[in-house]
C-alpha cells in the first residue's frame, strides 16, 4: 500500500519521532494524530486504554490511508502493538527505550532511565535492562511532569527552569555518584522535545539517547511504499487543539482535523 507515515502519540510527545523520520525521509508524506482528549495515558485503566489506542490508531488509518504506522508511545506500545497488528494489514512499528545503545554508549556502566512512571513500572521494561543493561547500574527516574512541560510548551508556554530542576534532581544527583552517571535513555517520546532545556541546565556532560533514528531505521525495514512528492502533511486529534496549531507547524503539520471514532 501506497500511503504517508502516520505516526500516532497520546500528545506532542510523537512529534520528535517525527522529526526523526522526516531526517531519514525527506521525500516522504506523514501524518500525525494525537488522543489529547484522553492525556495523560499514564493514569487509565490498561483494559480500557488498550481499547482506546486501537479505536484512535484504526479511526487515523481510515483518515489518512497511510503505509505503515508507527506507534510513538511507549505505553501504547506495551499494550496496543498485539491488537493493532492483528487489525490492520500494514505494518505497525512500536517504540521502547533506547537502553541498549545507551549500554553500548555508557563507559562508567552507571546509565538513567529518564520515563514515565508507567513506563518504569512496566515489565517489558526490567526485561530489556536484564537483556542489554544487566552490567550497568540503572538509575531509574519518574519524570511524568515533563510530559507536562513539553505538551506547555508546545502550546506556546517556555518552560520553567525551577520547575525542570525540580523534575531532575534525581538525575542530577546520579551524575555526581560514584561511578558518575554518564548516559541518559530518554524513555519517553516528549522527552527529545525538551532536550535543550536538559542538556542547558545538566551540571555535567552526559549522552541523552532516545529510539527516534532506531524507529526511523524500523519503518525503512517495513515499508518501502512511502507516499513520496507529496507534502500536504495532515494532524489529527481527539479534542480541538488550537494551542497546538503553532508547534504542530514548527514540525511540518497542517492544522489539526477533529478525528471521528466509530462508536
Not at 76 to 91: D, G, K, M, V
Request: net charge neutral; hydrophobic share 45%.
Amino acid at each position: 500500500m501506497t500511503g504517508p507515515i502516520l505516526i500516532f502519540d497520546s500528545g506532542v510527545g510523537g512529534l520528535s519521532v517525527a522529526h526523526a523520520l522526516r531526517y531519514a525521509y525527506p521525500a516522504a508524506a506523514f501524518c500525525y494524530a494525537c488522543d489529547n482528549a484522553w492525556l495523560p495515558y499514564g493514569v487509565r485503566q490498561d483494559t480500557e486504554l488498550t481499547a482506546r489506542i486501537v479505536a484512535v490508531c484504526l479511526a487515523a488509518v481510515r483518515a489518512c490511508q497511510p503505509s505503515v504506522l508507527v506507534v510513538a508511545c511507549n505505553t501504547a506500545s506495551t499494550l496496543a502493538l498485539e491488537q493493532l497488528r492483528a487489525a490492520l494489514t500494514i505494518p505497525v512499528v512500536g517504540t521502547v527505550p533506547a537502553i541498549k545503545p545507551a549500554a553500548h554508549l555508557s563507559t562508567s556502566r552507571h546509565i538513567a532511565l529518564l520515563a514515565t512512571s508507567a513506563t518504569l513500572r512496566r515489565p517489558y521494561t526490567q526485561t530489556l535492562i536484564d537483556s542489554f543493561a544487566s552490567d550497568c547500574c540503572i538509575t531509574r527516574v519518574a519524570a511524568d511532569g515533563l510530559v507536562v512541560e513539553a505538551e506547555r510548551w508546545l502550546g506556546g508556554y517556555p518552560p520553567s527552569q525551577m520547575r525542570l530542576n525540580a523534575i531532575l534532581t534525581p538525575l542530577w544527583q546520579a551524575a555526581r555518584d560514584t561511578p558518575p552517571m554518564d548516559t541518559v535513555v530518554l524513555g519517553c517520546t516528549h522527552f527529545p522535545l525538551m532536550l535543550p532545556w536538559l542538556e542547558a541546565l545538566s551540571p555535567v556532560a552526559l549522552n541523552w539517547v532516545d529510539s527516534g533514528a532506531a524507529i526511523a531505521r524500523r519503518v525503512g525495514q517495513v515499508s518501502e511504499t512511502f507516499n513520496l512528492g507529496h507534502h500536504d502533511n495532515r494532524s489529527f486529534t481527539t479534542a480541538t487543539a488550537e494551542s497546538l496549531c503553532a508547534g504542530l507547524a514548527d514540525y511540518g503539520f497542517a492544522p489539526p482535523e477533529l478525528l471521528h471514532l466509530k462508536n
